[in-house]
């Protein structure tokens, strides 16, 4: 079964009693914005609890399917939806790295210090830095690159709603999917993919086909 906030309860109950009631009158009642309200309201009724009415508001109707997918949704891991991450070292030079960049059709470059992730540099990096003047045949990636333990991540295991929460929270294009290793005190990450904003994508019109 879906684990609803506390919040989500709330407007549950409100609407069960004032049905049809609008977002206004729902946000009235919370003492919430509008704004405040409107991610809850968008799980209620994606999940089936809610039905929106244009013009006449939210109404109570819980559809027995919902749990099922919302449950699917859920289990979809990381690992099954990424892709395969495009690498390189820390001492390309920037143009170089621009050039591959465009190449691999990608928005991020991940960078790799003996096997293990270190960075990341992204399209608007390289951007900020032509627009700076500085030379970019001389300038290794690692000095524009943005350093671990700043880079935001999953885990294989990880469900793929996580990462698409991720992405949109941080405004990134796409996540570096690691694998944990240990070596004596230090944690270092293992790069085994990427989850891109088109990876989630893909997912969303596949979930589309499939219902």
Do not use: C
């Not at 099954?80 to 059709?105: C, G, H, Q, R, W």
């Not at 293990?116 to 690159?145: E, N």
Request: proline share 4%.
């Amino acid at each position: 079964m879906i684990k609803l906030s506390q919040r989500q309860k709330e407007i549950i109950d409100l609407v069960k009693e004032k049905q049809p009631i609008t977002s206004e009158q729902l946000a009235g009642k919370l003492n919430l914005t509008r704004a405040a309200l409107r991610p809850d309201l968008a799980i209620l009724t994606m999940t089936g609890i809610l039905e929106a009415k244009p013009k006449v508001g939210y109404i109570y109707s819980k559809k027995p399917s919902y749990s099922i997918l919302y449950d699917y949704i859920r289990n979809i891991k990381a690992k099954d939806i990424m892709s395969k991450p495009v690498v390189m070292d820390e001492e390309t030079k920037v143009y170089d790295a621009i050039v591959y960049l465009f190449l691999n059709d990608v928005g991020t470059l991940f960078i790799e210090n003996k096997g293990y992730l270190v960075g990341a540099v992204s399209r608007k990096d390289f951007l900020k830095t032509a627009i700076g003047g500085t030379d970019m045949h001389q300038v290794p990636t690692g000095v524009i690159m943005t350093r671990m333990p700043n880079i935001i991540w999953v885990e294989a295991g990880d469900s793929a709603y996580l990462a698409a929460k991720k992405i949109i929270e941080h405004e990134v294009d796409s996540l570096p999917v690691v694998e944990k290793v240990i070596e004596g005190s230090k944690e270092l990450y293992k790069i085994v993919g990427k989850i891109s904003k088109t990876n989630i994508t893909k997912l969303f019109v596949k979930l589309g086909n499939d219902v």
